[in-house]
Structures are given as structure tokens and as C-alpha cells.
């Protein structure tokens, strides 16, 4: 007898076909369409897309106006073979910088020349030139260089201000990070009035801080405001990695403002001055047992805007027994707690400007006024 199907296979095989018949045509349709339309593609038709936003028509001016004047610095340093006695140069290192003026004075950090024996500079339309160092203050971590452009000098960096700057406001840096040409990077003043002490132990008191991308090679270049005015230099990054990691730290252009004249002038920066004697490491132990904050006088110079102004320094006496002398708590308000501070606060005032310094005696706060005069 003949073998019945059994009707669920057979409408199984039924339902089977189609589906498979429907995949394949699924599968084989792009080919079905290029068979039909044709192999040759066509570019698509481009969306216009309208005028950029403002803030991002702010943002592209503001790079085209600075970037002119950022220029990219290299270094190289002289070594001398041991054998062969011979003297040559090998590549040291690189950094950022910006025109400060129309004689072709460049300001850069004092950390991207240190050590270096010869520097060029390459403008953003391509030439390069030899400079020459003018002057560098390591505790602003500041440098100029000059360049001799004989024809179309790029215009200087226009300058603002830094102590009217708030936390929270927009800031630009370009640079050349990694080497990479003129970058843009743009962020935040995360916080004002950050200390960094540097490998050499020098603490950079007043700088700004900011979560724009700094990396290595940035140094040196300009972190400016909505308005494209210099408001600081990239100094320097806190980062393990030794890469971005979203805490920069710029020299606030105050700072710089006050520093670099100097630096044409002079070669050197020279530091308003009380004319006291501090040590750090005595202030802490004194100050610990007194229980008091700030900076102990220890000497008072002769004939010095300390001695003129009435501070006295510590003594010891014959039995070995150490008076401490004054303790200077505050400079025209601003609290000092560690000769770091002082320093700083000194340094925001120029030579001949008169303080009012608050200080402990015996127990006592008192206020005396001062001139200050020049450093050594």
C-alpha cells in the first residue's frame, strides 16, 4: 500500500518554500537594484547646513586672529663628544610662544629654553628664524626671545587682564602640542590663585587654572579669553601620565604684563623687596611653638624699607635663647602664611609702592606701613 504524507509535513514544506524563496530574493536584492539602475554611483546631493552657530563663528575668529602671532619654538643644546673632543648640537626640546611687540620680541616659558644653547622660531606662515634670548625670570617660569623680521610681522597678541577673571569663564589655548601645528583647544577657568611647585623647587604663585587640553609642546603659548585677549600663559599640566588629564595651569597675564617689560629692560626681573631676612624651613619650627601664622622676621637689612618702616628681626641672646622678631600676617589685608605667600603677595606691587603690612609682636597685632625698594 502506498505511504501516506502526513499533512503537518506537507504544510510545513509548504510554509518552508516561500520563506527560503523570499530570503534569497532578500539576500540578492542590492545586486537585483544595481542590475536594474545600474553599477555607476553617483556622490550623494550635499545638505546645506546654514550659518554656523554664533558661539562657534566666535570661536573660529578668535583662532584666526591669534594665530597668526603664536609662533613654534625648538631648541637644541651643545654637547662635546668625549673622544673626539668635537662640539656639536642635538635637538632638545620644543614649546610654544607668542609676539609680544613690533621689535619682534617673543614671550615664552622660562622652562621651554632652559638650558638650551640655540632656539628657532617658525612663524604660522612658515619662516623661521634664529633667536636670541633677551632675558628669563625661573620664578615666573617667563622667557623672551627676539627674532629679527625684516618685512610682514605678525601683529602682537592683544592683551587683557587677568585679576577681573571669574571660575567658570570661556578660555582658548593654541599651541603646538606633540609638535602638531597650531592647535586649538578650548575649556574653563577651573579656579584662580593656584601655587605649582616646579622639579627645580620653585613655587609659581597666582596661576591660573584651567581644564582646556594642555599637553607637552603647548607650553609657552597663549590661553586667551572670549575676546581673544591674552589672559595667561600655558605653563604647565598635573597629570601622572605625563599627557592631558584635564588640569592645565596658565601665568596669569597680570603677571606677565609686570614681568616682561622688565625682562626687555633689563635682562632680568628684579622683585619689590622689604629688605628681610626668611628662611622657610625656621619659620615653620618658630612659628609652630608660637602658634601663629605667617612669616617671622629674621634679619631687618640696614637702612633698608623694613628698618624705615619699624619691623624687627630675631635675636638670639647670650644665653643661646632665640627672641623671635616679628611675624608678618598680612600684606595690605592679603593673609601671607608661608614666605612663598609673601613673596608673591610683594611681587603683585612695583618698586616705591607703599603696603601696609599687619603684624604680630609679643603677643600683639599691630600695622605698619612700608616703601618698598628693590631686591638683590
Given at each position: 500500500m502506498p505511504t501516506q504524507s502526513d499533512p503537518v509535513l506537507a504544510r510545513l514544506r509548504w510554509l518552508t518554500w516561500p520563506i527560503v524563496l523570499i530570503l534569497i530574493v532578500w539576500q540578492g536584492l542590492p545586486w537585483i537594484e544595481r542590475a536594474l539602475i545600474g553599477f555607476e554611483a553617483q556622490p550623494r546631493a550635499v545638505t546645506a547646513r546654514g550659518d554656523l552657530a554664533a558661539d562657534e563663528q566666535a570661536t573660529i575668529a578668535i583662532f584666526e586672529q591669534a594665530s597668526p602671532s603664536v609662533v613654534f619654538i625648538s631648541t637644541r643644546q651643545r654637547v662635546r663628544d668625549f673622544w673626539t673632543r668635537n662640539i656639536f648640537t642635538v635637538p632638545k626640546g620644543t614649546g610654544s610662544g607668542f609676539v609680544w611687540d613690533d621689535l619682534g620680541h617673543v614671550v615664552t616659558n622660562n622652562h621651554v629654553i632652559e638650558g638650551a644653547s640655540e632656539a628657532e622660531v617658525r612663524l604660522n606662515d612658515g619662516r623661521s628664524y634664529s633667536a636670541v634670548l633677551v632675558g628669563r625670570s625661573p620664578a615666573h617660569d617667563l622667557?623672551?626671545?627676539?627674532?629679527?623680521?625684516?618685512?610682514?610681522?605678525?601683529?602682537?597678541?592683544?592683551?587683557?587682564?587677568?585679576?577681573?577673571?571669574?571660575?567658570?569663564?570661556?578660555?582658548?589655548?593654541?599651541?603646538?602640542?606633540?609638535?602638531?601645528?597650531?592647535?586649538?583647544?578650548?575649556?574653563?577657568?577651573?579656579?584662580?590663585?593656584?601655587?605649582?611647585?616646579?622639579?627645580?623647587?620653585?613655587?609659581?604663585?597666582?596661576?591660573?587654572?584651567?581644564?582646556?587640553?594642555?599637553?607637552?609642546?603647548?607650553?609657552?603659548?597663549?590661553?586667551?579669553?572670549?575676546?581673544?585677549?591674552?589672559?595667561?600663559?600655558?605653563?604647565?599640566?598635573?597629570?601622572?601620565?605625563?599627557?592631558?588629564?584635564?588640569?592645565?595651569?596658565?601665568?596669569?597675564?597680570?603677571?606677565?604684563?609686570?614681568?616682561?617689560?622688565?625682562?626687555i629692560a633689563r635682562g632680568k626681573y628684579i622683585r619689590p623687596s622689604l629688605g628681610i631676612g626668611v628662611d622657610e624651613d625656621l619659620n615653620t619650627a618658630i612659628l609652630r611653638q608660637l602658634g601663629v601664622q605667617g612669616v617671622l622676621v629674621l634679619q631687618v637689612h640696614p637702612g633698608s624699607a623694613a628698618e624705615q618702616a619699624g619691623l624687627r628681626g630675631t635675636v638670639v641672646d647670650r644665653s643661646g635663647e632665640v627672641i623671635p622678631g616679628d611675624v608678618i600676617l598680612s600684606v595690605d589685608g592679603k593673609a601671607v602664611d608661608s614666605v612663598g605667600k609673601l613673596l608673591a603677595r610683594l611681587d603683585d606691587y612695583r618698586i616705591g609702592d607703599r603696603v601696609t603690612l599687619r603684624i604680630w609682636r609679643e603677643g600683639k597685632e599691630l600695622a605698619l606701613d612700608a616703601m618698598l625698594q628693590a631686591g638683590s
Open positions: 622667557a623672551v626671545l627676539r627674532i629679527n623680521v625684516a618685512f610682514d610681522r605678525p601683529p602682537p597678541v592683544p592683551i587683557g587682564t587677568s585679576h577681573e577673571l571669574k571660575v567658570g569663564q570661556k578660555v582658548f589655548a593654541i599651541g603646538n602640542p606633540f609638535g602638531l601645528d597650531y592647535t586649538l583647544t578650548s575649556g574653563l577657568v577651573s579656579a584662580l590663585d593656584r601655587s605649582l611647585t616646579e622639579e627645580n623647587g620653585a613655587t609659581i604663585e597666582h596661576l591660573i587654572q584651567t581644564d582646556a587640553a594642555i599637553n607637552p609642546g603647548n607650553s609657552g603659548g597663549p590661553l586667551l579669553d572670549s575676546a581673544g585677549r591674552l589672559i595667561g600663559i600655558n605653563t604647565a599640566i598635573y597629570s601622572p601620565s605625563g599627557a592631558y588629564a584635564g588640569i592645565g595651569f596658565a601665568v596669569p597675564v597680570d603677571t606677565v604684563n609686570r614681568v616682561v617689560p622688565q625682562l
